[in-house]
């Protein structure tokens, strides 16, 4: 795994890249690859890389070329299947001077043009500049697993694994977008295309992007998830094939590395099962890690014992507190280079750490299955609703919630009776796109009246995309939990989980998440299957907990779903609250800002202060998120635009070193 | 008790509580629960502060959506409750 970074002049009146600014650029995302850097240069690009190294060691440096040094690459990731790719290639006579990854994609490139990236089973931000056509073509795997943000300007094109690279040049304006923070305190991420900066896209998952040496750009969308139902004879058919392929992803993970991967344990199912298949994939000892909670409410230390003893791996624990929460908290930002509405990043920003020292460079986790299999809340909530609203009159229909949330049937009448009114929300809409997602959106965008006058103003004249208005063309044929599943896929977990609590937390401290469960094949095989298998009834990952039965310990599989959560606001104001909350909500530093309502957010913060010191301490769902997420929003602010966003770290020299300007250097 | 002053105590909570801002207009008809200015736990704090500052008591069946989902229907049931109590 690895960090990338360049510049491209889409014409030849500018001047090549300086080495010095391509420097500063690697240098910013030194943390995603410490062990070697690498750069070429000729007069139109420049492209740097920083390297983690995980396959092929010894000789897969970059930037590296095809066979006659006319087209090159930087990389960040990994193409799983590329032993098989390359008997492929060399089938139809390409030579190989190297064992890595790396080499595949160029002479896939050279072989089967932009088509090549479809066959790429495997997570990876790259690009490819072609010198004889003067082509830059920039791609990202199908769920967006490694990060690529790109700025185009006056002719020239900066592109990198993180912000805080193309922010390393000087001469690049620091501005918020306020669509992208509207679409946060809504979605609760901002949806490629649209950053959370001004003048900087992200590349959108499942696409490449061509500039071509006519100045004419093309964006490919290769690959968005699609449902279309495959036949079984039976559910134990469909049970078998999925454990097949589940367990040859894992196997994937482990195997293609040069360095030893381990996993991580949550205590749920699915990453119980990664660990349980990671295990059996090669001999020797087998490394898992997990976060204990000292508040009990979030904590699941007993299951992940439980699983670790199973497996008997060598496994090692974080114990988080609110107080540790709140010190990493503006570190977990400045890699998640976005507002969160959620602490929940940063318990894991702290598990990688234990991970990096304990040596292990790569860890396998669960990510996904719930999104490809149905087993989120919002999934069961939608379908009660869904059913609720063909009776809306009906008493007996919402009596479903209580097995939803069985806190319910016990609390008193008063919580409950109020509580449907929340899902009640859009019960005459349920033949529109987007019915699922609906209470959280309407809850999470209230969250706009914090905005200043100024932002709401920018926003009525210019409002921020509509994510529903991209839905293609066949979401309308697909049933409504593959509907769902759709827009949490492309909301939630492409924009915030597999970024800001994914690759973000884990490259923090240089270490590589891979992904069964997301998978080319285990993904399409998924959204092939009817949704009684996934959501059976209410019984959610109904196939997965087969596939897991004699394997995985039956409390885990049989236990209630436990969402996972972190302390949220009560971190920031109780009585080991950091100074450097009050500095961020002074009404200096929110005006400056710009961005929210100065009474309201004081308001809130009170609110919030008051909150702490009551018995109960307990904080709404809206108040935990207004809270985190502004206070995220101003450490944004604070490290990108009022500064930008470098981290003081060493020095970096390029031991790789193509310098095609200056050829004195080569 | 008056109308007014339960409107004028019940505005001023939902502002200070909600909305946080004593200067925006705060619509009496708006509907507090679909427009996500209160929430599932938002209500339970809205609930707490009737009970304490009118002296009223609501049983089960009082907390439906129809008697607490603006300003104006949180006002005439706070002052049925009230008058109730009284008589």
């Known amino acids: 795994m690895c960090g990338i970074a360049g510049i491209v002049n889409l014409t030849d009146r500018h001047d090549p890249p300086s080495v010095d600014l391509l420097r500063s650029m690697v240098s910013a995302i030194q943390h995603r690859g410490p062990d070697e850097y690498g750069l070429f240069r000729d007069h139109r690009v420049g492209m740097g890389h920083a390297r983690l190294s995980i396959i092929d060691i010894s000789t897969g440096q970059q930037p590296l070329s095809n066979a006659d040094d006319t087209l090159w690459i930087v990389f960040n990731g990994e193409i799983f299947n590329f032993i098989e790719l390359r008997e492929e290639l060399e089938k139809i006579g390409y030579t190989f001077r190297t064992h890595s990854d790396t080499e595949v994609i160029v002479h896939a490139y050279e072989a089967w043009g932009v088509d090549c990236f479809s066959r790429f089973n495997g997570q990876w931000a790259l690009a490819l500049w072609d010198t004889v056509e003067n082509t830059l073509i920039l791609s990202r795997d199908r769920i967006g697993v490694r990060p690529l943000y790109v700025r185009e300007h006056d002719g020239r094109v900066w592109f990198a694994s993180e912000v805080k690279a193309i922010f390393a040049d000087p001469s690049v304006p620091r501005e918020i977008d306020v669509q992208g923070l509207a679409q946060t305190f809504m979605y609760w991420a901002s949806i490629a295309p649209t950053s959370l900066y001004k003048g900087i896209e992200e590349l959108r998952p499942g696409s490449t992007r061509m500039y071509n040496g006519d100045g004419s750009r093309k964006d490919i969308q290769y690959w968005r998830p699609s449902y279309n139902e495959t036949r079984f004879s039976s559910v134990g058919e469909a049970t078998e094939a999925l454990r097949d392929k589940l367990k040859r992803a894992t196997q994937l993970r482990v195997l293609r590395s040069d360095v030893p991967v381990g996993s991580y344990l949550s205590g749920g199912l699915d990453s119980s099962l990664t660990a349980r298949f990671g295990r059996e994939a090669k001999e020797g000892t087998f490394q898992t890690f997990s976060i204990r909670f000292e508040d009990p409410e979030f904590d699941e230390t007993e299951y992940q014992r439980a699983m670790a003893r199973t497996i008997d791996s060598n496994h090692q624990e974080v114990l988080v507190r609110k107080s540790d929460i709140a010190r990493v908290f503006p570190d977990v930002v400045r890699h998640t280079e976005r507002p969160i509405l959620r602490t929940a990043p940063a318990p894991l920003y702290l598990l990688s750490r234990l991970v990096r020292d304990t040596g292990i460079k790569a860890v396998l986790t669960g990510e996904g299955a719930d999104e490809m299999l149905g087993g989120y809340d919002l999934f069961r909530e939608a379908k009660i609703r869904m059913f609720w609203s063909h009776q809306p009159g009906s008493h007996i229909r919402p009596l479903l919630f209580d097995r939803l949330y069985p806190y319910l049937a016990r609390s008193p009448q008063q919580a409950k009776g109020m509580a449907l009114e929340f899902w009640k929300r859009g019960l005459d809409r349920a ?72 690759d973000r937390m884990l490259m923090a401290h240089s270490v590589e998440g891979r992904f069964p469960f997301l998978d080319a094949d285990v993904m399409d095989f998924c959204n092939g299957l009817p949704a009684q298998y996934k959501l059976n009834g209410l019984n959610e990952k109904f196939i997965l907990k087969k596939v897991a039965d004699g394997i995985i310990p039956d409390q885990i599989i049989n236990r209630p779903k436990q969402p996972y959560r972190a302390p949220d606001a009560i971190a920031f104001v109780g009585t080991e609250a950091p100074e450097y909350v009050d500095e961020l909500f002074a009404d200096s530093a929110l005006r400056s800002a710009g961005l929210f309502d100065v009474e309201a957010v004081r308001g809130l913060y009170a609110k919030c202060k008051d909150r702490a010191a009551s018995p109960e301490a307990v904080f709404s769902n809206t108040d935990n998120m207004g809270l985190v997420g502004i206070l995220s929003t101003q450490l944004v602010v604070d490290q990108f635009i009022n500064h930008n966003g470098g981290v003081p770290g060493k020095r970096i020299e390029f031991t790789t070193f193509i310098d095609r300007v200056h050829t004195s250097t080569h | 008790m008056q109308q007014e002053h339960i409107q004028t105590e019940v505005a001023d909570f939902i502002r200070k509580n909600f909305i946080f801002s004593d200067t925006k207009k705060l619509n009496n008809d708006e509907s507090l629960l679909g427009s996500g200015v209160v929430d599932s736990t938002g209500i339970l704090e809205l609930i707490a502060f009737l009970e304490g500052k009118f002296q009223v008591k609501f049983a089960d069946s009082d907390l439906v959506a129809e008697n607490f989902d603006s300003v104006n229907k949180i006002v005439s049931f706070v002052s049925r409750k009230t008058t109730g109590a009284a008589a």
Not at chain 1, 486 to 497: A, G, K, M, Q, R
């Open chain 1, 431 to 502: 033949d529109q796109p987007g019915f699922s997602h609906e209470p959280r959106w309407s809850t999470t965008g209230s969250l706009g009246r914090f905005f200043s006058a100024e932002a709401r103003h920018l926003l009525k004249s210019a409002p921020p995309p509509n994510y529903l208005e991209t839905l293609p063309l066949e979401f309308h044929r697909w049933d409504p939990l593959a509907q769902a599943q759709f827009i949490e896929v492309e909301t939630l977990l492409s924009s915030y989980l597999i970024s800001s609590q994914g």
